[in-house]
T-cell receptor, first 115, second 115 residues
Framework: DGGITQSPKYLFRKEGQNVTLSCEQN?????MYWYRQDPGQGLRLIYY???????QKGDIAEGYSVSREKKESFPLTVTSAQKNPTAFYLC??????????????FGPGTRLLVL | DQQVKQNSPSLSVQEGRISILNCDYT??????FLWYKKYPAEGPTFLIS?????DKNEDGRFTVFLNKSAKHLSLHIVPSQPGDSAVYFC??????????????FGQGTTLQVKP
């Protein structure tokens, strides 16, 4: 049963703490993405990776970091430098490569809350 | 700079009637457009897409129309059902050397279908 999993569903962060959100896919997709959704707003791109061991900043990368050591995994770390981390975080994947006109498929999301 | 805009934050229709959700874009380089449906606290689900070489694409109760000259697309749902009540996002992508595969999302429109 192919798909994208994100864990945990809810995550609490204390002031000054780094937290890592997990994203795993078994769709054999090359490209993976991280988005942030705030209330009443659309999805904003944080980071994306078109291939293993390579990633690029999206529109709102400040205060976040990622790694792409395996094709299946694209973890996102929310660092203490991110001053407003409370949001719903969504991971997505697509077939990738240099194809255009790609459909992205999303995971169930992680809600991050600051204590 | 909002490249993809959904100017109606909400829409309410009666069950069985047509729902029309609208989306405008500003970037003439966009050539692929998608609609996603999202329930609260869940990831977006892909609904339907359209390439810029077409002006209409149909899938069951869902039809997307693209007017390139007006830079406007719309999603028609006929007939509307209570289970269609959700937030609908339009998204766009375009071919360029720097952003292949990246999607730009609108702010979303909340659809309520009343029984």
């Amino acid at each position: 049963d192919g798909g994208i999993t994100q864990s945990p569903k809810y995550l609490f962060r204390k002031e000054g703490q780094n937290v890592t959100l997990s994203c795993e896919q078994n769709l054999n997709h090359d490209a993976m993405y991280w988005y942030r959704q705030d209330p009443g707003q659309g999805l904003r791109l944080i980071y994306y990776s078109q291939i293993v061991n390579d990633f690029q900043k999206g529109d709102i990368a400040e205060g976040y970091s990622v790694s792409r050591e395996k094709k299946e995994s694209f973890p996102l770390t929310v660092t203490s430098a991110q001053k407003n981390p409370t949001a719903f975080y969504l991971c997505a994947s697509s077939i990738g490569g240099t194809r255009a006109q790609e459909t992205q498929y999303f995971g169930p999301g992680t809600r991050l809350l600051v204590l | 700079d909002q490249q993809v805009k959904q100017n109606s934050p909400s829409l309410s229709v009666q069950e069985g009637r047509i729902s029309i959700l609208n989306c405008d874009y500003t970037n003439s380089m966009f050539d692929y457009f998608l609609w996603y449906k999202k329930y609260p606290a869940e990831g977006p689900t892909f609904l339907i897409s359209i390439s810029s070489i077409k002006d209409k694409n149909e899938d069951g109760r869902f039809t997307v129309f693209l007017n390139k000259s007006a830079k406007h697309l719309s999603l028609h749902i006929v007939p509307s059902q209570p289970g269609d009540s959700a937030v609908y996002f339009c998204a766009a992508s375009g071919v360029s050397s720097s952003n292949t595969g990246k999607l730009i999302f609108g702010q979303g429109t909340t659809l309520q279908v009343k029984p």
